[in-house]
């Protein structure tokens, strides 16, 4: 499986990015999708994930309200739209996936098989 993220770019805070993530090779065996991110010095973390044979959600509460995840099976791509964006947001955005039926929605790095190449997401104040 083949993951290509796009989207990014810059934006002033308050304003609105989505990014695309297309699964390709064999994306028959994703069961689900997140979005991970990773600012500059700090750690990668977990923005958001979804199910992909029901939709189901989760989001880190940094970003609830804000970025709303969603898929489209006929294209394996998942998105996420980001709203109200702050400069704390900016980071390198990653998609991942996971071939494991029991490890959707989950936080954990580890817990993905496949991960995207990485988009820029810079917020200016």
């Known amino acids: 499986v083949q993951l290509q993220a796009s989207g990014g770019g810059s934006v002033q805070a308050w304003g609105s990015l989505r990014l695309s993530c297309a699964a390709s090779?064999?994306?028959?065996?994703?069961?689900?999708m997140g979005w991970f991110r990773q600012a500059p010095g700090k750690e990668r973390e977990f923005v958001a994930a979804?199910?992909?044979?029901?939709?189901?959600?989760s989001y880190a509460d940094s970003v609830k309200g804000r970025f709303t995840i969603s898929r489209d099976n006929a294209k394996n791509t998942v998105y996420v739209q980001m709203n109200s964006l702050k400069p704390e947001d900016t980071a390198v955005y990653y998609c991942?996936?996971?071939?494991?039926?029991?490890?959707?929605?989950?936080?954990?790095?580890?817990?993905?098989?496949?991960w995207g190449q990485g988009t820029q997401v810079t917020v200016s104040s």
């Open positions: 979804i199910r992909w044979s029901d939709s189901t959600t």
């Open positions: 991942a996936a996971t071939r494991d039926p029991g490890r959707t929605l989950l936080p954990s790095i580890p817990m993905y098989d496949y």
């Open positions: 090779g064999r994306p028959f065996s994703i069961y689900g």
